[in-house]
């Protein structure tokens, strides 16, 4: 049975949707027949996020509890790790064993980019996952190590096309997407006909960590490009709602004077809740990042990848997905205000075919049965052998 370490974000933020971008890697990996040992440091000082507190500390008590209970909610043989890298404290696993998961693994897949340790060295094979495009390339994440990376992975799927504002410094990005486990979203506690008079929703980070500028331009967030089409729930008779976080109580006033149902996304903070949101939506509705699509990236969401597991129809902004991924079947990308209303009109017009078809999308470009194996033949075979979560 091969080895694979997992490096990520979730113990320093142990929020549902965050948690999910990196989890559903190890579900996949370890349903594929991986043995994975999960490792992540902290990186910088007070990163630590308390969801129940809203506050940041040196404590990851809290995010290791909420990784180990979701490690128990499916049964897996995963072991984790945290190095906080200051005090050189180890959590979980202790540093002999941490070594030892390094020197004996077959791949370390570091999932992006905001963990380097110098003991990642040991592993005979290092992946870089780039989860975002330009941020990442212009040195936000994964500037430690860079040079260290075997091979290199992004959701930039465009990048190295001549579409693709984003330079690749001569480095080989390979495409990827983020990867689901349909098997856990497979459960419609709500019928399609009550999903029907249900709203369009997202989960987002209205500013997240903020823009960039790379070489004079700047790149942004969500925040720009809500703004662009803050005036769409008046242009339409279907109800969009926001699960947001980061916006200010002006930005907030703002959004509901316009039309919008926001609500916290704290609401939605632990993965009962996250999944329970999703189900009782009619479908997602959401922009992308400035960034994405300013540079036409390809980039798609982890979060929408939930979302069309679930059977809900996506109308997401394009960022370039539309170049690679079949659309207007469960799966929308529009680039205007227009473009916005027709689709979010069509998919209520027709919403038993596109929740099909959005779930079938899931099973055939984003489960992890399709996305793993073709990521990790660029290091070995996938083994034979195989995870039940039944």
Request: proline fraction near 5%; charged fraction near 20%; charge should be negative.
């Amino acid at each position: 049975m091969a080895h694979i370490v997992v490096c990520g974000y979730m113990v320093r933020h142990p929020v549902a949707g965050n948690l999910l971008a990196f989890f559903h890697y190890v579900l996949g990996l370890s349903q594929l027949g991986y043995q994975v040992v999960y490792l992540e440091e902290s990186g910088w000082s007070q990163s630590c996020y308390n969801p129940h507190l809203q506050a940041y500390s040196e404590d990851p008590t809290v995010g290791i509890q909420a990784v180990q209970a979701l490690i128990r909610r499916f049964g897996l043989q995963v072991s984790l790790g945290y190095i906080d890298r200051n005090s050189g404290m180890a959590y979980g696993l202790d540093w002999h064993r941490i070594k030892q998961a390094l020197k004996t693994a077959d791949l370390l897949l570091n999932i992006g980019g905001v963990c380097w340790l110098p003991e990642f060295r040991l592993c005979r094979c290092l992946a870089l996952i780039d989860m975002d495009p330009l941020f990442t390339q212009a040195g936000e994440f994964a500037s430690e190590g860079r040079e260290e990376y075997h091979i290199r992975f992004s959701y930039g799927v465009n990048l190295g096309q001549p579409s693709c504002s984003i330079p690749t410094h001569g480095e080989n990005w390979i495409p990827t997407v983020p990867p689901v486990v349909p098997e856990i979203w497979s459960s419609n506690r709500v019928s399609l006909a009550d999903r029907e008079t249900h709203p369009f929703t997202t989960i987002a980070n209205w500013k997240a960590y903020g823009g960039v500028i790379y070489q004079g331009e700047y790149y942004g967030q969500k925040r720009e490009e809500f703004l662009k089409i803050i005036h769409l729930p008046s242009r339409t008779s279907q109800r969009l709602e926001l699960s947001l976080s980061g916006a200010n109580s002006a930005e907030l006033e703002h959004l509901k004077s316009a039309g919008w149902f926001v609500r916290d996304s704290q609401d939605s903070y632990d993965f009962e809740t996250y999944q329970s949101y999703i189900m009782r939506s009619k479908g997602e509705f959401s922009v992308a990042k400035n960034a994405y699509v300013k540079t036409r990236s390809g980039w798609f969401s982890d979060r929408s990848v939930c979302y069309l597991a679930a059977g809900r129809p996506v109308i997401l902004q394009d960022t370039g997905f539309s170049d690679w991924l079949p659309t207007g079947r469960g799966v929308f990308a529009f680039s205007s205000l227009k473009e916005a209303v027709e689709q979010i009109e069509q998919v209520s017009a027709a919403y038993p075919e596109h929740c099909c078809a959005a779930r079938e999308v899931a099973e055939q470009i984003f489960s992890y049965k399709v996305v793993l194996p073709r990521l990790l033949e660029h290091h070995f075979d996938p083994p034979t052998s195989s995870y039940s979560l039944s």
